[in-house]
């Protein structure tokens, strides 16, 4: 049974940091490349940072570039997602996703961590 938990959200101020972490079982984690997605409330799911099966490539989102850093631990079955500088507009729903490569459609998906950025 494939299984993506994510964890690590939570309420935080503006300019704060959080890191989520997304623990994985149920497929082969280091075949796949993984991905970050967020949801905010009355907005379309919308991708965050993903990173190839090695961890060598890594693209973002440009709202979030220079602030976030996806990261994985293979040897874990988890991939990360350090957040810096947050911004009132971070708040959302973070998802992690596997995808069978990189830029492809994802295969599996978390159920969600809270994020909520505010004063």
């Known amino acids: 049974q494939v299984q993506l938990v994510e964890s690590g959200g939570g309420l935080v101020q503006p300019g704060g940091s959080l890191r989520l972490s997304c623990a994985t079982s149920?497929?082969?984690?280091?075949?796949?490349?993984l991905n970050w997605y967020r949801q905010a409330p009355g907005k379309e799911r919308e991708f965050v940072a993903q990173?190839?099966?090695?961890?060598?490539?890594?693209n973002y989102a440009e709202t979030v570039k220079g602030r976030f850093t996806i990261t994985r631990d293979n040897a874990k079955n988890t991939v990360y997602l350090q957040m810096n500088s947050l911004k009132s507009e971070d708040t959302a729903v973070y998802y992690c996703?596997?995808?069978?490569?990189?830029?492809?459609?994802?295969?599996?998906w978390g159920q969600g961590t809270q994020v909520t950025v505010s004063s």
């Open positions: 990173i190839s099966t090695l961890g060598v490539l890594t």
């Open positions: 149920g497929f082969t984690f280091s075949s796949y490349a």
């Open positions: 996703a596997a995808a069978r490569r990189l830029g492809d459609v994802p295969n599996y």
